[in-house]
């Protein structure tokens, strides 16, 4: 009876449900296996590219990419290479949309600081999940001291937002994305070490 009372209903919450179970999507993705690479962390499209110097996070020189997710992207983060978890920094803010070039440093945020190990040298390479307009939920599923592999999920930050990778020049010498373009988290590399950088690797 139930049923016929409230079948017009029935459309709308058929929606729902499928908008949600597309959200918590967590398709398995093919990680490279190169040495000197680091991947993205985020499903989505590449909305900037920012040369670093040693007044950044980093502490030296390096490069940013931002990857914005909109609401159809999968939005379970991985870690864009191997690494020790140094410490993690929750930073409460706003909520600007994540397109906003202030969005950066204004809105709510989790950074998480790694040391990964290449070339003979221990370098740092920072994660930042971002807020946004929509997206008021950061998950990070990690903890201080923890190791993690390239391509591991670390977290998600729930209905759309920006994810920002931050890559010392040792490990950014070939930028192989460009504004624009669509990466998939944990699969499209979108820096690397240049050629004849990666002794570590060959010894």
């Known amino acids: 009876m139930l049923v016929w009372l409230y079948w017009p209903a029935a459309p709308a919450a058929l929606l729902a449900w499928a908008l949600v179970a597309c959200f918590f999507r967590d398709p398995s993705r093919r990680t490279p296996s190169q040495p000197g690479v680091c991947v993205s962390p985020a499903d989505g499209r590449v909305s900037d590219i920012t040369p670093l110097g040693a007044d950044s996070l980093l502490g030296r020189d390096g490069v940013q990419v931002g990857v914005f997710m909109s609401l159809f992207d999968v939005h379970v983060n991985r870690s864009p290479c191997d690494g020790r978890v140094e410490r993690i920094e929750h930073r409460e803010g706003v909520f600007l949309d994540a397109r906003d070039p202030a969005a ?23 994660v ?32 759309g937002s920006r994810l920002e990778v931050l890559a010392p020049r040792e490990l950014a010498g070939e930028v192989r994305v460009r504004v624009g373009q669509k990466v998939r988290a944990g699969q499209t590399v979108l820096v690397a070490a240049e050629p004849g950088n990666d002794t570590d690797a060959q010894n």
């Open 128 to 159: 930042r999940q971002v807020a946004g307009l929509v997206a008021r939920r950061i998950v990070t599923d990690l903890t201080d001291s923890q190791t993690v592999r390239r391509g591991q999920r670390i977290g998600m930050i729930k209905f």
């Open 104 to 126: 950066s440093e204004r809105n709510e945020s989790a950074t998480i600081f790694l040391k990964t190990d290449f070339g003979g040298k221990s370098l740092p390479v920072i």
